[in-house]
Nanobody
């Protein structure tokens, strides 16, 4: 399966962005999909993920109430709606897909998209 993340850019603090992760080459509805980010000099961290069914979601404490993950099976796309952005949200954002129960490291990863939040 191949993933393509897009939608990053430069935004002022308090603004919004919507990231998209287009998934191809597999049965989209079979996969859990997650968003991760890596800031300069920091380790990669999980931001949010959504189960294959679209029913269960996870959010990191740092983004709860600000970010929303959505899965559109008709478009084979997962979105990350990011509101009330903060400078500390600046990072390269990656999406990944994995079979339920498998670790993300065993899944497929796309190239990242850079999000820069200015203060």
């Amino acid at each position: 399966v191949q993933l393509q993340a897009s939608g990053g850019g430069l935004v002022q603090a308090g603004g919004s962005l919507r990231l998209s992760c287009a998934v191809s080459g597999g049965t989209f509805s079979n996969y859990d999909v997650g968003w991760f980010r890596q800031a300069p000099g920091k380790e990669r961290e999980s931001v949010a993920d959504i189960a294959w069914s679209g029913g269960n979601t996870y959010y990191a404490d740092s983004v709860k109430g600000r970010f929303t993950i959505l899965k559109d099976n008709a478009k084979n796309t997962v979105y990350l709606q990011m509101n009330s952005l903060k400078p500390e949200d600046t990072a390269v954002y990656y999406c990944a897909a994995s079979f339920p129960g498998n670790s993300w490291e065993r899944g497929s990863w796309g190239r990242g998209t850079l999000v820069t939040v200015s203060s």
